[in-house]
């Protein structure tokens, strides 16, 4: 069983920094794309960063310039570090992946049980 678990939220205050950090564990082939969303309060769920198997990658343009998303190993993929924060980035922050199960052909999504991060002076 494949399975994502976020850490790293907590409360800030406006212009400091979180790195949250996803653990992957269960019987894993491959990661390909992995990326971080969040909920806001009331809002749809929205892309926040992505990369690639190649470290390409993509941000919001709302966290462009003060978030780093990186990756790192099969244990531990993907971390976020936001710098900056604003009480507008307050969310659940969920990591996703596209991994490919040990023995299947297919790649699924996978999508961890959220960290809350709340941005408030």
């Known amino acids: 069983q494949v399975q994502l678990v976020e850490s790293g939220g907590g409360l800030v205050q406006p212009g400091e920094s979180l790195r949250l950090s996803c653990t992957a564990s269960g019987s894993i082939s491959h990661l390909s794309g992995m990326a971080w969303y969040r909920q806001a309060p009331g809002k749809e769920r929205e892309f926040v960063a992505r990369?690639?198997?190649?470290?390409?990658?993509e941000y919001a343009e709302s966290v462009q310039g003060r978030f780093i998303i990186c990756r790192k190993n099969d244990k531990n993929p993907i971390d976020l570090q936001m710098k900056s924060l604003k009480p507008e980035d307050t969310g659940v922050y969920f990591c996703?992946?596209?991994?490919?199960?040990?023995?299947?052909?297919?790649?699924?999504?996978?999508w961890g049980q959220g960290t809350q991060v709340t941005v408030s002076s």
């Open positions: 990369i690639n198997v190649n470290s390409k990658a």
């Open positions: 996703h992946a596209l991994i490919r199960a040990r023995g299947d052909v297919k790649y699924d999504e996978y």
